[in-house]
């Protein structure tokens, strides 16, 4: 069994927008001056589109079903566990982006991709704005670790362990016995 064309299109291209984030968060976001102003409209259209991706991956995923491989249940529990906690984790970091987003008195709504305004998100308890930019940036270094560790898990997949769940990630298809 193999992983599903669409679900390998989509983690990847979860990879690249959460690379493309991160490299904007990080990058010309702390900029001096309205640096981070201007750059926040893509911040929030990418994180929009990364919304959109994982909503999507987990819909698909709960009508498709993970390529069997021969491990322990404690293994399989624990794979699990580690994606949805990932999973969790992504949106955590998308929801509390958002209810951080307030923009300056008489400064315009940001539009996702130029068209679309950012509907501003509902007061939440006590925790402003600010209290919930804070947490989101927390997060984000909570998601940067589990990313780390999905990353070394794979590492581990593809050069210590070589079953060839990297090759049905990349290709679609496991490790076969070559042809003699």
Known sequence: MHWHFGIRLLHWLTVAALAAQIAIAFGPMRGPGMA?????PLH???GATILAIIVLRLCWRSFTRAPARPTSRFVRFAT????MLLYV????VLITGWLGYRPMPFMPPARLFGTLPVPLAPSVGALSARGFAFVHQKLVWIM???VG?????????LGLLRDGVM????FGRPKTASRG
Request: net charge positive; charged share 5%; aromatic share 10%.
């Open 36 to 40: 981070m102003m201007n750059w926040l």
């Open 44 to 46: 929030m259209s990418i």
């Open 80 to 83: 699990a566990f580690f994606h």
């Open 89 to 92: 984790t992504i949106l955590a």
């Open 144 to 146: 940067l670790g589990l």
């Open 149 to 157: 560790i999905h990353v070394l898990a794979a590492t581990v997949h």
């Open 167 to 170: 090759r049905s990630m990349v």
